[in-house]
């Protein structure tokens, strides 16, 4: 197997000068060197050809005794030397200080194809920065982290990869729902991969501590190795930054709300300087279309993490990273413009992806009330909002209101819960829709096609997950290989999948690992 290596993060930025594996405040470092626990028994679980093929790994390296002992941290790959980052951030709200790599191991970053990738252990064991807890990982987080990055990135939404999941062949203690009842599950490893694993929280880091010589180094860092089309020197080239990564957050939460992803933990410290999905904890899928619902048990009083406030919480973010940035720009007038810019282009952003959704090419000023109508009868009862979007692409212009109707019909988890109010402002909301439609020029088979590429039929349902979970705790993968299968196309039709095309189950409705999770992981 071989990895064409680059070091650029260790070799230009300062390290921790102490090499102690155990818990601490560190200074005026970027890291600090580690090495990942070796796994008593490691055996790869699955691994993702595209990834491997990605960063310069064909099928037969795979499945070598490299790749094995390279991925479960066994041993290190020649010439390089894994660290954990430090980093720092805002935990609902609240400023928690450092906190760092606890569990998470940089391999290396990696050249090929002239993209530069950084490969991450996640579960690889304990670092300085795991404070009170193992540095590990269980088989039940990890194949939800595993599965859902790669069924994000092809549903199109900026995401880190996964190249592989292990066994560690070790046992890790978890409460999972934090009521005393410890219990012993699989140890397993992940191998995620991403340009870089910096955060909002890594400036965060240096800015509330005054170093600003780090700060300033961090953000060259970063501007020269990932984002080098910004030129110039200066306040300049930080503000140009900073108004690239507001577009980007922008961009990503926009695609969270097109899918009905909830990310659970949008702390600081899970937010990629590149605009990406990080850490996959928590989170949800929309089943029932719910602005209010989030999957995370912990912030089940205040649901600061909501899906309809996911917007909010990435402009609140950004300020926060704008506070980080301020002391480079020593001016807060044009981060405020940046700021204020936000919502109005997240409005225009999010009006134009919603229009798509309904299968207007046409933009009018009028859909945006129809529009709000829809994701308020969305609400009114239960209604699958993947079911919806995507049977709503069946709808014709000769359609009256109740065939319109009737072809969404199988969305509703409950019809009996249609009274007669609802049933007449759906009947108005189709009529509307009809009309709207009908002023389109594509036909009804090119609008379908068109709502078809961007309204999924698959997607990683929290039950489904958890099936495939309960399956691969007993050694069976088959579940797991078939949605992996499945979610690489979850556009097309794929009638062999047809099943899982259907509402979450009434098992699944408030079941432990389905829509309440909590951060035990
Ligand atoms: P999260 O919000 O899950 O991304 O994690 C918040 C912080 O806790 C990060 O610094 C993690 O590295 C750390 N952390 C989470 N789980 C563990 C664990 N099992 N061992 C060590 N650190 C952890
Ligand atoms: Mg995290």
Redesign the pocket.
Known sequence: MKLHIQNNFISELPADPSEINAPRQVEQAFYSYVLPKIPSNPSLIHASNEVANAIGLSPEDILSPDFLNTFSGSTVYPETKPFALC?A?H?FGNWAGQ??????INLTEVVHGNETYTLQLK?AG??P???T?????VLRSSIREYLCAEAMHYLGVPTTRSLSLMLSGDQVLRDVLYNGNPAFEKGAIVCRVAPSFIRFGSFELFSSRKDYINLKLLADFTIKHHFPHIQGEGVGKYLDFFHEVTQTTLNMIVHWQRVGFVHG?M?T??MSIHGITI?Y?PYGWLEDYNSNWTPNTTDRQHKRYRFGNQPEIALWNLYQLANALYPLIQDAKPLETILDAFSLDYEKEYLNMMQNKLGFQIKKETDAILIESLTQLLQLVETDMTIFFRNLGNVTKDDTATTAFNTIKDAFYNEKDLNETILKDWHEWFENYKTRINEEILSDSERKEQMNSINPKYVLRNYMAQLCIEDADKGNYSLLNELFEMLKKPYDEQSNFQKWFTKRPDWARDKVGCSMLS?S?
């Open positions: 980093y951030g935990q906190l760092g790599d606890g569990r998470a579960g304990p670092t920065y795991s404070r807890a193992d540095g590990f990982a933990v702390n410290d899970n850490d904890g951060c992981s």
